[in-house]
């Protein structure tokens, strides 16, 4: 049996959530808010794929859009971010009002960065992080580093990058996470840019790749129980 998706609004306050829930054929009681990046929505083919990947392993994911793409439907955030890590704040705590296990928080680009942002903020709002193509600095400016949070995260960490990807190439994405305290996990996808092989059309070779971070993340926090 697949895994059910319903339209999901929230707007009792501000700001509001909005999105598209997958409701697990076998739920495990955890729950993943999945945002998406500057340029898309929460429509965006890889958090699709891999929201359903996800639901079919058991949890239940709230693809949602950020408040910035929510008041307009194309074009870049504006301003430091502080709303949209807000609407992220508003949905974990939504999805911790039905999930009855842990509450993870992941995005993709620009809604990673606002979910490690947060994360770093408040230690005890997410139980996990999942980070997909980091923007860790703008294209052709690697001194521009966006890391000065990353010391304070507490949530252990997958991140996902492409090794093609102009935002951060592999050697200084892994640098970057040894300013993690917390357990962190990097997963390469070989030939990838900075959607994952999942732009227009899935890249060759690309299809498994949403099956793939997920059995990575659950083996981050295989490991991460341990200890």
């Avoid at 059910?4 to 409701?23: C, M, N, Q, T, Y």
């Avoid at 340029?39 to 958090?47: I, S, T, V, Y």
């Avoid at 709002?125 to 980091?134: E, H, I, Q, R």
């Avoid at 790749?209 to 059995?215: A, G, H, S």
């Amino acid at each position: 049996m697949p895994a059910k998706v319903e339209r999901f609004i929230d707007s009792d306050e501000a700001p509001a959530v909005r999105g598209f829930l997958h409701r697990p054929p076998e739920p495990s009681g955890d729950g993943l808010v999945l945002t998406h990046g500057a340029g898309g929505n929460c429509d965006a083919p890889l958090l699709v794929a891999l929201a359903e990947a996800f639901a079919e392993a058991g949890l239940s994911v709230l693809r949602c859009d950020l408040p910035f793409r929510q008041a307009r439907p194309h074009g870049p955030p504006r301003g430091s971010g502080a709303e949209d890590r807000a609407g992220l704040r508003r949905a974990v705590r939504v999805v911790r009002g039905f999930a009855t296990g842990r509450v993870f928080l992941g995005g993709q680009s620009y809604g990673g960065r606002q979910a490690t942002m947060i994360a770093a903020e408040e230690p005890a709002l997410t139980d996990g992080l999942l980070a997909l193509s980091y923007p860790l600095h703008p294209p052709g400016k690697p001194a521009q580093l966006r890391t000065s949070h990353l010391p304070k995260i507490q949530a252990p960490s997958l991140f996902v990058s492409g090794s093609k990807d102009p935002f951060g190439s592999p050697a200084e994405i892994q640098s970057a996470l040894r300013l993690v305290p917390a357990p962190v996990s990097f997963l390469l996808i070989e030939g990838a840019g900075h959607d994952l092989g999942f732009g227009r059309r899935v890249g060759k070779g690309m299809q498994d790749v949403p099956l793939r971070i997920v059995r990575a993340f659950f083996e981050l926090f295989a490991t991460a129980n341990k200890h």
